[in-house]
């Protein structure tokens, strides 16, 4: 028979939140690795939050709140809240009760500007990947290493000349006036951006327009593909590579044995010379451009090297990390940061990183 379609609510409603999401959600193994991670960082929660005074938002529900913003594409902290205020999946993640009311999303901001301050989020990914469980799905032996930008929260006119002398022509006048650049030599060195200094005028490659961006890197081992380090430095030209030395000291990579997967953009012999006395084997992709003179650039690599099956295995298994960048730049919402400072865009960066390792994670430990 057909049901009624009865308009007034229920007066009472017994809901366990428990029972609402199914057995087999994915969510269900990403928050018992998130809450694992986090029962980790409690000393360093301790040491952010004072003793006294009014409580706030507790740290550990604003992380898995930020972790579904990441999962779910939330472009704004606004919206996140008012996700949380109906949706009894994101409620039951986060750990609020169904009669408990979501934050506002101004005090959000402001307790997560606090977890900004510190060094939270390569933690968050530190002790993620230190769990048991986990530490076995990571190789030992062979990694990647590549570099993306990220956009800045910057427009191109804040891009003035430092001291504030040689600025082109405005037309009209107010806050976004018209402004004229043609003509104008604009450089890194001459001009630097008023609403944030840290962002650099950069182009990842030869053809594409500059913009006002920063270098996000990443390390990942290749068996499974997770993110073990990630970084991100101000965009210059030799910013991936300067970052790649610091992620393989970061991670301990100096011993024998140790191969490191890259594009041709690191076929260079300062970079090839350092992982050698680092003693890490160079599996980085052969360089065979045309120089500007019209004479072929000669390749670090030798060609007995590139010739070997650990060779080619590195450079099929390096695509993963692009595949890796792709997901936090669009699904996570870094392909233009929201935020400000080289500081904080890494943080960022690296919970984003962390996020792209939960989301694989529940498959690899289901595949033991």
Known sequence: MRGLDERAGALFSYVDLEARV??????????????ESLAALEGDFNAIYSPVGRPSIPPEMLLRAMLLQAFYSIRS??????????????????????????WDHSSFSTNRDRLLD????????????????V?????????????????AWASMKSFKPKGGGGEPPSEGGGRNAMTDFKGQKRSNGTHASTTDPDARLARKSGGQSSIMAYAGHGLM????GLIVGAMVTHASGTAERDAALDLVDACGLRRARVTLGADKGYDAACFIGALWRRDVRAHVARHDALTKTGKRRRSL????????????????RRKLIEEAFGWIKSIAGMRKTKLRGLAKVDWAFAFAAAAYNLVRLPKLLAAQ
């Open 22 to 35: 199914r057995k087999d959600h994915p969510l269900r193994a990403i928050r018992t690795l998130a809450n």
């Open 77 to 102: 902290e606004r919206q996140l809240m008012e996700r949380i205020e109906f949706d009894l999946l994101f409620r039951w993640f986060v750990g609020l009760g169904v009669d408990d009311p979501a």
């Open 118 to 133: 510190g060094e939270i989020a390569a933690k968050f990914l530190a002790v993620l990947l230190a769990q048991p469980k």
């Open 135 to 151: 530490k076995r799905l990571l190789s030992s032996e062979h990694f990647s290493v590549d570099g993306t930008l990220i956009e």
């Open 221 to 224: 081992e290749n068996r499974n």
């Open 301 to 316: 690599i030798s060609p007995k090297v590139a010739r070997g099956a650990p060779y080619a295995m590195s450079q099929r």
